[in-house]
């Protein structure tokens, strides 16, 4: 292959314009892949939008950010030897703890040499005669890769909805997912938030600490489940990395790939008694484990309802003003169908004086105006607004660089509507381009550092052995992958999950097409089809026989 051009960098050495790999994002998924394809001997390039290594956790440094899967399962397993050594804090760390840990893995890795920061990728185009990818940075770079890897995250394009007259709003603005890295002080101010999800939930308890007063705009209420969040003991650390390995396992052959302790038995089997018992047992062990008091909460509407009740009794007993408790109490989607969230003291917040919860819900936000917000007709001043609007998940990402595959069709083509994918990881047409938890993979409905190594350990693999058969390209077969696009599909209708209008199903982005974006087979089942498929010659997948190589020779 020739050599193309490359550019300056920020990084102590200059892209090179040729590689084996290049990786796009240096989160979680990003790390682990550097790590595992250099020990492969593929020489690999990763390029990050961000200053520096972390993903999620670099961008969303809101107050109260922290992780709902515990810190013990919310983390690497690939390395005993790293996996012995870290000391986590708390049950459930904190945003600066998780990024510590990133940075602790890329420096105990030497991981960074290998990474250029502050670099977006903006295109990259599948070269068909000569089998490789072209990729091209807003920073001038242009590398040549046998390979591209889009470790570019499933929630790491923020949104903030088109509102009237934002542009003239004159106060601070601020979104959950690009937070300031020097914090904000909100004492003394007056605070709207906008959007009640996830980052809301957790933002909002320690916001209204300090703000003068805090005004929450909420269009749809949530369920909550208290965390329950405490320091990490010396007895559960060691009983964890004791046994680590079978932990691990557990973990990886599990429904969501987190030990939830589950309980085999639908709802409706037990008495309402039992029911409650359950409920009130979960409710004070804190987290999503909520989810796993009965076997069908997801996919039997009778059982889901009464768990969906119980929690609304919950808030009820929790929120002194019942107005405000019933506008807090989510009555028209089942539990878990917009993902549940994980809160420390959220409902007993809205006991505070100094905040107060507005319903947008009849009555949309209307307009931002110079000095706040204006709904229903009310207008509310303020000197922040804090936009908890979310992001434009699984495809937004991918979809902003321009991706362009056989016959030049591009991934937006491809994707007009919704998201093709063969087991969330390639996308026919474009040969040798790989997603990590990629739509159609169990990927946001499970704990990512399971599925996100999975992922890597897949690609990486078959990678090795493309090479060793000397092989050029790997790309899902047509059927296949209509068929899994169909299986996907088929699987999500089983549940409750398209009940929600939630951002899985693409419905938070207006003119997205809907459509349950991530695979709820489970993480175990996903885990032995795509085992199965390599076993069996990648099944579904068309493997090229290595051209340019022959080409080169003859060059
Ligand atoms: P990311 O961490 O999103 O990293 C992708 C990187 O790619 C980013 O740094 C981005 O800057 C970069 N990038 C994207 N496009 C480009 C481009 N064109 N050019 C260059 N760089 C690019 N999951 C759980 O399992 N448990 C949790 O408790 C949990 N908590 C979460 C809390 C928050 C606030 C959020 C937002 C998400 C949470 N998640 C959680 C999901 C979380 O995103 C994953 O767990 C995980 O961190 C994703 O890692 P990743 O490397 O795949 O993607
Ligand atoms: O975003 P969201 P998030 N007017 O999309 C509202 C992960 N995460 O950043 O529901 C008024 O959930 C919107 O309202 P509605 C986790 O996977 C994990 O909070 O669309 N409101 C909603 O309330 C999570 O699911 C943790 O009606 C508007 C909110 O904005 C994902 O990241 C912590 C609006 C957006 O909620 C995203 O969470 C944080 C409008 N025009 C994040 N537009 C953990 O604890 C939007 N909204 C692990």
Excluded at 105 to 116: G, K, M, P
Excluded at 216 to 226: A, E, G, L
Excluded at 235 to 261: I, M, P
Excluded at 510 to 529: A, H, N, Q, S, W
Aim: glycine residues 8%; hydrophobic residues 35%; proline residues 4%.
């Amino acid at each position: 292959m020739s050599s193309q051009v490359s550019s300056t960098t920020n990084s102590d050495k200059p892209s090179p314009s040729e590689v084996d790999v290049v990786v796009v994002g240096a989160g979680f998924a990003g790390l682990y892949l550097l790590h595992k394809l250099r020990a492969q001997g593929m020489r690999t390039r990763v390029f990050e939008d961000a200053s520096d290594v972390g993903g999620t956790w670099y961008w969303n440094r809101y107050p109260g950010a922290r992780c709902d899967v515990e810190s013990m399962q919310y983390s690497y397993s690939f390395s005993e030897e790293l996996q012995q050594e870290w000391q986590w804090s708390e049950r459930f760390s904190g945003q600066p703890e998780i990024l510590r840990y990133a940075e602790h893995v890329a420096e105990r890795f030497d991981l960074r040499r290998d990474i250029q920061f502050d670099t977006t990728v903006t295109a990259a185009h599948f070269d068909e005669e000569r089998r490789c990818w072209n990729v091209e940075t807003n920073r001038g770079d242009r590398v040549s890769a046998q390979f591209v890897i889009m470790a570019t995250g499933c929630l790491s394009s923020t949104r903030v909805p088109d509102f009237k007259g934002l542009e003239k709003y004159t106060g601070k603005t601020y979104h959950t997912g690009s937070w300031p890295h020097e914090g904000v002080d909100f004492t003394g101010q007056r605070v709207g938030v906008i959007g009640t999800g996830s980052s809301a939930i957790q933002a909002i308890p320690v916001m209204a600490e300090q703000a003068a007063h805090l005004t929450v705009f909420q269009r749809t209420p949530n369920y909550s489940i208290p965390s329950r969040n405490s320091a990490m003991t010396p007895e559960y650390e060691q009983q964890w990395k004791s046994d680590y390995e079978a932990f691990r396992d557990e973990a990886r052959k599990s429904k969501n790939g987190v030990l939830t302790n589950p309980n085999d038995v639908s709802a409706m089997a037990v008495s309402e008694a039992e029911r409650q018992r359950v409920y009130e047992a979960r409710w004070e062990e804190g987290g999503t484990y909520f989810m796993a008091s009965f076997n069908d909460l997801a996919t039997n509407q009778a059982s889901n309802d009464t768990a969906s009740a119980f929690v609304r009794d919950k808030i009820r007993s929790i929120v002194r003003d019942v107005d405000v408790a019933e506008l807090l109490a989510a009555k028209d989607y089942p539990i878990g169908t917009k993902r549940i969230c994980v809160d420390t003291s959220y409902f007993e917040t809205f006991n505070r004086d100094n905040v107060t919860l507005v319903d947008v819900r009849d009555a949309p936000i209307e307009e931002i105006t110079e000095t706040g917000v204006i709904t229903g007709g009310r207008s509310f001043e303020f000197d922040a607004i804090v936009f908890a609007t979310g992001f434009d998940a699984m495809t937004g990402t991918l979809l902003k660089i321009d991706i362009q595959g056989r016959g030049g069709r591009t991934l937006g083509e491809k994707w007009e509507a919704g998201p093709r994918t063969y087991l969330g990881l390639m996308s026919e047409g474009f040969p040798n381009m790989f997603m990590i938890t990629g739509p159609g993979s169990p990927s946001v409905l499970s704990n990512m550092m399971v599925s996100i190594q999975q992922h890597v350990d897949w690609v990486v693999d078959g990678m090795t052995y493309l090479r060793s058969g000397n092989l050029d390209t790997i790309e899902p077969v047509r059927e296949a992958e209509d068929a899994w696009v169909e299986h996907v599909n088929e699987v999500a209708h089983q549940t409750l999950y398209p009940q929600a209008n939630s951002w899985y199903m693409g419905a938070n982005i207006p003119g997205k097409p809907r459509l349950f974006m991530p695979y709820i087979g489970g993480v175990g089942t996903y885990r032995e089809e795509c085992d199965e498929i390599a076993a069996n010659g990648y099944r579904g997948f068309r493997l090229e026989e290595a051209r340019s190589r022959k080409i080169e020779a003859a060059e």
